[in-house]
């Protein structure tokens, strides 16, 4: 496939915001292709070059990249830069000067295999000499370039293809065209996705085998299966009664979610729910996991807490935040930060895939298969029948320092689902009761320039939250109260490589920013409560027409929600379940005895 065509796609779906005609595009543009190269398209629109959590990543810095443009075209490197300050994307810089370098068809056009090819070494290229090697070989690909080639190249060089496509509208692709578009269909294909986490393995089992083929994709040790999420309800009697009067509670732990995966030779790869490897930061994990777990290979889940290394007891978030990312003085982390991993599932046990199985039997299974040490415990669990018993155990969770509890349901048909969001699992917090005291996971979509003590630097942000049936970002506040100095002299290198000179496709406001950003960074914030906005999108209609959901007074807790993917935020449906569960809250007149007595 030449490179050219799947460039033309890409200017097609930036030029457009719509969802349906996004889809059609991605359909016409992968129909006819067959793998290899569908693996690497579906990869390149993602702007990866590898399934997320492989986490390969090129390296290129704008200078590199600059660099690499003044080469190819000829160009002293002060005008490249120039006129990059003046567009604000290097990408239509490198399309217009090799534009107006005139040079005549290259009779070797590139390939997107031969571009795979290219950036791949790209990103294996390490220490000394590497960044002449990458600038040298992109050199070698913009030599070959169109101007809309090279606009394309430089904009995935540097994280910043701005297509506006996600996993969602390419699930919606993949079903169209190599099957029959239905919503069964759709899903099955989206299940395997789930439990694969790779569009590229999924897209070549349904290409080369059809829908069965999909049947035969499944755990894998080393590849991370996307985390089951939870719902919520107001009141522990709610959560009860929507469980059948009999549920399974877990202290709901604040702390880091973790995949663990250890293979039979005690191998252990750990994933974030975003599915980012967090081996390295976490050395004393991976040294007692093999020593706590038997029956291997296994995957398993839990949260990652920091803990007080004299007393064992729970500490802040924030604490074990601080390992996040950390690539020095990993050898002391564990000791300046010490954590605990409390186990709360198990995905495979000896090989053998377990999460289709009821969740007792998991549980048993987990419990029987783990030896705590004092980096591995397991989560606190007690079956419930009345809310007496569940008001008591919440008490013991808050009291050994969680945030709450876990609802799981101990049904038949209480398996593990893989990227769904359901009533199998409810989160109750005891704040859940008390207006709209729940936090907001929300994505950064804009910045405003600050004002007073704050001017000189950004001093509010305009946040959206996901909608997965449209694929969409939509906004639901702007926040400026709760940072303190500190996070707001952080926040503009937090978000430069999100930031975006025109609005990003996938995001839906009528609020104009200072400045776009991509979605990328989640921040947590809590508000009074929610209410119908004329101006802000998320769920517009669903409450009154024309109108969206907002958050009044909304504040940053302080919490940057570095686990989570900006599809992973809180999404515009559970905004909406919030929104109506305040509602009836309000409406309630017994509302604060039933708040004392859960």
Wanted: aromatic letters at 6%.
């Amino acid at each position: 496939m030449r490179f050219a065509e799947l460039a033309g796609a890409y200017a097609r779906l930036e030029a457009t915001p719509k969802r349906l005609e996004m889809r059609s595009i991605l359909v016409e543009l992968i129909k006819p292709i067959r793998p290899p190269d569908l693996a690497h398209v579906l990869y390149l629109s993602q702007g990866m070059l590898r399934p997320e959590y492989e986490g390969v990543e090129l390296g290129v810095a704008d200078s590199l990249a600059r660099r690499a443009v003044a080469t190819a075209t000829g160009t002293d490197e002060t005008a490249v830069a120039a006129r990059t300050k003046a567009s604000g994307d290097l990408g239509m810089t490198a399309a217009e000067l090799l534009e107006a370098a005139h040079r005549a068809e290259t009779d070797h056009p590139l390939t997107v295999a031969s571009v795979y090819r290219e950036l791949t070494t790209i990103a294996e290229a390490k220490g000394a000499g590497s960044q002449d090697v990458k600038v040298q070989t992109l050199v070698d690909l913009l030599s070959r370039a169109t101007p809309l080639e090279g606009k394309f190249l430089i904009r995935f060089v540097l994280g910043t293809l701005r297509v506006g496509v996600r996993e969602m509208t390419i699930l919606d692709a993949l079903s169209q065209a190599f099957a029959d578009g239905t919503k069964p269909t759709r899903l099955r294909i989206e299940a395997a996705y789930n439990l694969s986490s790779d569009l590229g393995l999924v897209a070549g089992a349904l290409v080369e085998h059809g829908l069965d083929g999909l049947d035969a994709i499944g755990l894998e040790v080393g590849r991370p299966i996307r985390p089951m999420l939870a719902e919520r309800e107001p009141t522990l009697a709610a959560v009860l009664e929507r469980m059948g009067g009999t549920a399974a509670l877990e202290y709901k732990y604040d702390g880091l979610r973790v995949q663990a995966h250890v293979a039979k030779d005690g191998t252990v790869r750990l994933f974030s729910r975003r599915l980012e490897e967090l081996s390295l930061q976490f050395p004393e994990l991976v040294a007692d996991l093999p020593k706590a777990l038997r029956r291997l290979p296994a995957i398993v889940e839990g949260e990652c807490v920091p803990i007080d290394a004299d007393t064992g007891e729970i500490q802040p978030f924030q604490l074990v935040s601080r390992r996040r990312g950390r690539k020095h003085d990993l050898d002391t982390a564990p000791t300046e930060l010490p954590v605990c991993l409390y186990l709360f599932d198990v995905l495979m046990a000896s090989g053998k895939a377990t999460y289709s199985e009821p969740f007792p039997a998991r549980r048993t299974l987990l419990e029987s298969m783990l030896t705590p040490n004092d980096h591995v415990g397991l989560a606190t669990q007690r079956i419930v029948t009345n809310e007496e018993e569940a008001a008591t155990f919440l008490d013991a969770a808050i009291a050994a320092g969680g945030e709450g509890v876990m609802a799981k349901s101990v049904k038949e048909g209480s398996a593990y689902r893989a990227g769904a969001r359901g009533y199998w699992w409810i989160k109750y917090k005891r704040d859940y009761t008390v207006g709209l005291a729940d936090s907001i996971d929300g994505v950064v979509v804009g910045a405003f320039q600050g004002r007073g003590r704050r001017a000189g630097r950004y001093g509010a942000f305009l946040l959206a939250v996901y909608n997965p049936k449209r694929d969409r970002f939509e906004t639901f506040c702007k926040v400026g109260s709760g940072f303190d100095d500190a996070q707001l002299a952080e926040m503009p290198k937090r978000l430069a490589k999100f930031e975006s000179e025109t609005p990003p496709p996938e995001v839906e406001t009528e609020i104009v920013p200072d400045r776009w950003m991509r979605p990328g960074l989640v921040l947590e914030v809590r508000g009074a409560e929610l209410t119908v906005s004329p101006i802000h999108r998320a769920e517009q209609g669903a409450v009154r027409p024309g109108a969206g959901l907002a958050l009044r007074f909304p504040r940053f807790t302080g919490r940057i929600r570095d686990d989570k993917g900006p599809t992973e935020a809180t999404t515009s449906q559970e905004l909406l379940e919030m929104y109506r569960l305040q509602v009836r809250q309000e409406a309630t007149p017994d509302a604060e005895k039933g708040d004392d007595a859960g």
